[in-house]
């Protein structure tokens, strides 16, 4: 018996002196209970039913952006790619714990598919989904501003010597009785989309796109008027360089920066930057991993769905 090597220099499967596979020997991939096809027995389940039992070992694998483009008509992955998939999917540290270990699963009745998707945890501890998180915001802020001619940028940095408690929560207060002076101002509340980030001194500071002109005299005489202090800036930017100028100042690190629970990312009520879009297919939880689902689907495969770094993320078979 010996080992054979993967396509990407790892260790594959082993192989016994006769050159078959070992059954359950492939890296990355654990096979189900029972047979897949011939010799099961009536009663045996499927790993994607309902009342199926959980698995001993759990699965875990990468979380993130869905891919946009799906690959139809070819060869499903083979386990060389499932292999790669074991190497890497435990790299990254400070994963989230349940990031990738489970799926849903859904039924496109227009489509006459099931399609099986990985869950990601999204959350921005998470080593993994955090900065595909940030990238993702980056990207709808810049479009949301250059739809809204969102073109004040406004920096409102708290007075050190000020800070009465938790800074963030004094950070909000002070905010929200600005936003009060600024309807009295404005006739209105203004529409703003606003960023938190913390100094490398934990100072935290707002980094806020807004919709209406504001005179810096006025906006620095509120600003301390409500407990915050003198330091403020504000700057017109051109709509058609929104883009370009928060891709200088909304990096993944200042994103990043803000401890957990905290919200990074607000905005004024008539704003949505995170709407779902309408979807026929009713999707379902399933306990188990995308990859424990494709290896038991395997030979149903008809498409199938990597991420930005190669790692399966989703797939379909006939329903």
């Avoid at 905010?175 to 009295?184: G, P, V």
């Avoid at 935290?204 to 330091?231: C, K, N, S, T, Y």
């Avoid at 370009?244 to 994103?255: A, D, F, I, M, V």
Wanted: net charge positive; with cysteine.
């Amino acid at each position: 018996m010996g080992l054979s090597k993967n396509n990407f220099g790892g260790r594959g499967a082993a192989v016994s002196n006769s050159g078959l596979t070992v059954a359950n020997s492939v890296p990355g991939v654990m096979q189900p209970t029972t047979p897949a096809r011939a010799g099961r027995k009536p009663d045996a389940r499927r790993p994607d039913s309902a009342d199926a039992p959980h698995h001993a070992k759990s699965w875990w694998g990468f979380g993130g952006e869905a891919p946009k483009k799906e690959t139809r008509g070819e060869a499903a992955p083979n386990s060389s790619l499932l292999d790669e998939i074991t190497n890497n999917r435990n790299r990254p540290a400070g994963r989230g714990k349940h990031c990738g270990r489970f799926s849903v699963r859904g039924r496109d009745v227009s489509a006459g598919t099931t399609k099986f998707h990985r869950v990601n945890c999204k959350c921005w501890a998470c080593s993994y989904c955090g900065p595909r998180k940030a990238r993702r915001y980056r990207h709808v802020i810049a479009h949301t501003a250059e739809r809204l001619q969102l073109r004040r940028f406004v920096t409102l940095t708290l007075d050190p010597a000020k800070i009465e408690g938790d800074p963030v929560r004094y950070l909000n207060k002070t905010w929200a009785k600005l936003r009060i002076y600024l309807k009295r101002r404005l006739g209105r509340i203004p529409t703003f989309i606003r960023v938190l980030e913390f100094q490398q001194n934990g100072n935290p500071h707002f980094h806020i796109l807004i919709d209406h002109f504001i005179e810096f005299e006025w906006l620095q005489a509120a600003w301390e008027a409500v407990g915050g202090g003198r330091f403020v800036n504000i700057k017109y930017v051109d709509v058609h360089r929104v883009s370009r100028y928060l891709s200088k100042y909304l990096t993944k690190e200042l994103l990043l920066s803000a401890p957990l629970r905290s919200r990074r990312v607000t905005t004024s009520r008539n704003i949505h930057l995170n709407e779902k879009p309408a979807s026929e297919i009713r999707w379902e939880f399933v306990r188990y991993s995308i990859f424990g689902l494709y290896e038991w689907h395997k030979k149903e495969v008809i498409g199938f769905q990597l991420d930005a770094e190669g790692i399966l993320e989703s797939f379909s078979i006939c329903s």
